[in-house]
């Protein structure tokens, strides 16, 4: 009698579980990047908008994520200035975009770090999380840490610890002039 009851709510738990995932499957998973696509640096947004089409576009073409969930991606251009960055941040949440990326310009990072701050405190139901793919200010991490914001890319103490470990570790430099 047990393993009957154990076995009906195990079938339960999964026709509920793959209903969910049918129902989810319906709607795109949105990925805003906010970064210059416009202005004096825009070559470099524009080549991180690029790779950021080709790998959604692979994940898509594989089928998705999460039961088949699709990826859309939502360019949005700060043009390399603060008040864009906040705008932008404002109507990736207007949009229902619920995670963003960015990485030129840790002043940027910083920006929407606050902005996301403010917003995930009065609207928990409604959070954002932040991928800073390459803002390297090692603060962001350290006294400045938000749980929304997630760093894949190493900071700047990082790249230069192991710069000098490995200069170190080669016989062949006796002495560095720059």
Known sequence: MKFR?????????????????????AEPIRIGHIDPFSGPIAAVGLEGQDNYKLAIERINARGGVLGGRMIEYVPLDNAMKAEKTT????????????????????SHALNIIKTLNKHNK???????VFFNHSAVTPAFTNEMCSFWHFRTDADVDMKISALVTQLGKNSKIKNCTC
Do not use: M
């Open 122 to 128: 009065r609207n928990p139901d409604q959070s954002v």
């Open 5 to 25: 009851t154990f076995f009906c709510y195990l079938l339960s738990l999964i026709l509920v579980s793959f209903f969910a995932i049918s129902v989810q499957a």
């Open 87 to 106: 705008q932008q941040v404002k109507k990736a949440v207007d949009l229902g975009i619920r995670f963003i990326t960015q990485g030129i310009g840790s």
